[in-house]
C-alpha cells in the first residue's frame, strides 16, 4: 500500500464585532458578533513531495468553495498531520463544514506533533516555531497582528500573499519537524501489510528488513514481539502467539 500521509494548517481570522470597551476579563457575548470567523487558508503537501498547495478564501472572504476542495483531498490521505491539529485545525474545518452544509469523516487517522512534543519529550516550549529551531530544521516566518487586520479589513492582496507564504512554510517546517520526532510516535497505520507471512513487515516503510529486538507479555497474558526494521529505523510491536 502507498503510504498517503497529508501535512496541512491552515489560518483563520477573527470575529468581527461591536463592543464598548476593551480590557481584562471583560464579558464580550456573541450577540456582540457582526461578522463571524472564517478559514483564510489552508495550505497542505504530500509526504515526500516538494510542492506545497495552497487555498484561500474567495473575493467575498467565504470560505466554503476552498472547504470543499480541501475535504477531496483530506478525505484521500491516510494520515493527517498538523501541530495541534487534533485541538485547533481539524475543529475549525469540522465547525466551518458544519455551517456550510459540507460532508466529512466522523473521523480521520491523525498525527498531533504538538502531542508527541507533549507527551515524550521536554522542550520549553511545545510550539511549532521553537521545535523547529531547537531541532535546526526552519523557523517560521515573522508576522504580526497587522497582516490579519489588512486581509480581513482591507482585503490587501499584498497580506494575502505573505499570509498563504507564511502558512506554506508552517507546512514545510511541520514535515521535518515530524520526520525527527516520529520514531518516538506510535504507528497509526501499517503501510506494509502482507499475507501469509508470519513475520510481517514494517508498518513504517513495507520493508521485510525487521529485527527482533525483544518479547514482551503482557497482562492479559499475551505476547508481544518488538521488531527493528533495518531500511527506516522504527520499531513496532506484533502480538505472537
Known amino acids: 500500500m502507498k503510504r498517503k500521509r497529508l501535512y496541512f494548517d491552515i489560518e483563520v481570522s477573527a470575529n468581527i464585532g461591536m463592543f464598548w470597551e476593551s480590557g481584562y476579563k471583560l464579558n464580550i457575548g456573541p450577540e456582540n458578533i457582526i461578522k463571524e470567523r472564517a478559514i483564510i487558508c489552508i495550505c497542505y503537501?504530500?509526504?515526500?513531495?516538494?510542492?506545497?498547495?495552497?487555498?484561500?478564501?474567495?473575493?467575498?472572504?467565504?470560505?466554503?468553495?476552498?472547504?470543499?476542495?480541501?475535504?477531496?483531498?483530506?478525505?484521500?490521505?491516510?494520515?493527517?498531520?498538523?501541530?495541534?491539529?487534533?485541538?485547533?485545525?481539524?475543529?475549525?474545518?469540522?465547525?466551518?463544514?458544519?455551517?456550510?452544509?459540507?460532508?466529512?469523516?466522523?473521523?480521520?487517522?491523525?498525527?498531533?506533533?504538538?502531542?508527541?512534543?507533549?507527551?515524550?519529550?521536554?522542550?520549553?516550549?511545545?510550539?511549532?516555531?521553537?521545535?523547529?529551531?531547537?531541532?535546526?530544521?526552519?523557523?517560521?516566518?515573522?508576522?504580526?497582528y497587522s497582516l490579519w487586520k489588512d486581509i480581513l479589513l482591507k482585503n490587501c492582496e499584498t497580506a494575502m500573499k505573505k499570509m498563504i507564504r507564511y502558512c506554506m512554510q508552517d507546512v514545510l517546517i511541520l514535515e521535518k519537524v515530524h520526520q525527527k520526532l516520529k520514531a518516538h510516535d506510535t504507528i497509526k497505520t501499517h503501510f506494509g501489510v502482507v499475507k501469509n507471512d508470519d513475520r510481517g513487515s514494517c508498518p513504517e516503510c513495507g520493508s521485510h528488513k525487521i529485527n527482533r529486538q525483544r518479547i514482551r507479555i503482557m497482562a492479559s497474558g499475551l505476547k508481544k514481539a518488538q521488531y527493528k526494521c533495518t531500511d527506516c529505523g522504527r520499531y513496532h510491536d506484533k502480538t505472537i502467539k
Not at 494520515?79 to 474545518?93: A, K, Q, R, T
Not at 508527541?116 to 521545535?131: E, G, T
Request: aromatic share 14%; hydrophobic share 35%.
Open 45 to 144: 503537501k504530500w509526504e515526500g513531495e516538494k510542492k506545497v498547495h495552497f487555498l484561500r478564501w474567495d473575493k467575498n472572504q467565504c470560505d466554503k468553495k476552498l472547504l470543499q476542495e480541501f475535504i477531496k483531498v483530506a478525505n484521500d490521505a491516510h494520515e493527517l498531520i498538523g501541530h495541534n491539529s487534533d485541538m485547533f485545525d481539524l475543529p475549525w474545518i469540522r465547525t466551518r463544514c458544519l455551517f456550510h452544509n459540507i460532508d466529512m469523516f466522523p473521523t480521520y487517522t491523525t498525527i498531533d506533533t504538538f502531542k508527541i512534543s507533549k507527551n515524550k519529550f521536554k522542550f520549553n516550549s511545545n510550539k511549532l516555531d521553537y521545535i523547529a529551531k531547537f531541532l535546526g530544521v526552519g523557523a517560521k516566518i515573522k508576522t504580526d
